[in-house]
């Protein structure tokens, strides 16, 4: 097979770069454009210096019908809402487009708007693009024009929790979920809130209530298992860099907890047995297990009358762009782990 030859919209941010690191040496891939509202003409190692003596790329304004002209595929590294029309350029000039926003995620319009806050350039899309887990969507990702890519707080609450649900192991209501991440979670761009002495010594929750992965993480285990859930999810700030650690808080269905917790683990096992960067662990996951790789690590404990589960991942690579990477792998017909080791 000839190499795909794959494109970069929004290229300055931290999730293209991460995408570069994993595209740039892998073996069936030829990255010919990556495209930025500004900086055109400017090399990408100007932008991204880590990528200095690695590519000749360099940044040039978008257009979909050339990018559409020379690109297999194309990586939409842009925010909801400005990534929603673009893409529908890129996917209406005859290209197919992996989008890393949620404008596609959801299903429902008036979630999508209501959470959001922005009206949807293509209604009519939702509920007709598969959501990037290749773990459950795996077949229709292959037939996919348009794929959207899983937000990386859903993918820490998604894995542990669909197979548990899916089983009847755990109750469906009075789900807590609390999970940390680094702070390239935020975005490249510069905030008062992300700046090095308000982050720095410190951990903070945000988002309580309000997050927008919270109606994510509810629909996409609906679609997986069929059982709707009640969850509260929580997100926090931590001074790290990257990485995610999600512990949730189950009521097991099974009355003996020990019991529960052979259960829950046994049931992990086996639906991860033949996916080769998700396991479940005996010790405590913890993102430096994962750090800069495409790993997933899950485990589980009882405590007082809960299950709790723990999973770690990357949230530049698992939660973003070496997954981008496994949906182009499976939307291609290439080994799944093509390019991720």
């Known amino acids: 097979m000839s190499s ?81 029309a673009t893409v529908r350029e890129l996917v209406e000039a005859g290209t197919r487009v992996i989008d890393f926003s949620a404008d596609f995620r959801l299903a429902d319009l008036e979630t999508y708007e209501n959470w959001y806050g922005v009206k949807h350039p293509w209604p009519e899309m939702l509920g007709k693009v598969p959501y990037g887990m290749p773990e459950f969507f795996e077949s229709e990702i292959t037939e996919a024009k348009l794929v959207a890519n899983p937000g990386c707080y859903p993918t820490s609450a998604i ?84 990485g995610i650690l999600s512990t949730i808080y189950l009521k097991p269905s099974i009355v003996d907890l020990k019991d529960a917790v052979g259960e829950s683990m046994a049931t992990l096992t086996k639906a991860y047995q033949n996916q080769p960067f998700i396991s479940v662990v005996e010790h405590l996951p913890a993102t430096g297990h994962v750090r800069g790789t495409h790993h997933v690590q899950i485990s589980l404990r009882s405590s007082g009358n809960r299950l709790v589960a723990v999973c770690a991942i990357d949230n530049l690579a698992k939660g973003a762009s070496s997954a981008a990477v496994q949906n182009l792998n499976v939307m291609f017909g290439l080994p799944a782990t093509l390019g991720l080791n």
Not at 7 to 30: M, N, S
Not at 222 to 233: A, K, M
Request: charged share 20%.
């Open 4 to 84: 795909l030859t794959v494109g970069i919209v929004g290229a300055t941010g931290y999730t293209a770069l991460e995408a570069l690191r994993w595209l740039i040496p892998h073996p069936q891939v030829d990255v010919v454009a990556i495209t930025s509202r500004g900086d055109s003409g400017q090399p990408i190692s100007s932008i991204h210096p880590s990528l200095a003596g690695k590519t000749e790329l360099a940044v040039e304004k978008f257009d979909a019908t050339s990018m559409a002209g020379r690109c297999d595929v194309v990586l939409s590294c842009l925010p909801h809402g400005a990534s929603a």
């Open 159 to 242: 894995l542990p929790i669909a197979p548990l649900v899916e089983a009847s192991i755990v109750k469906t209501e009075d789900i807590i979920i609390d999970s940390k991440t680094g702070v390239s979670g935020a975005g490249r761009s510069a905030k008062v809130g992300m700046l090095f002495c308000e982050v720095n010594e410190s951990t903070a929750a945000y988002g309580i209530g309000v997050h927008r992965h919270g109606p994510e993480i509810n629909e996409l285990v609906e679609r997986i298992t069929g059982d709707s859930i009640q969850s509260i999810f929580t997100p926090h700030l931590t001074p790290m860099n990257r």
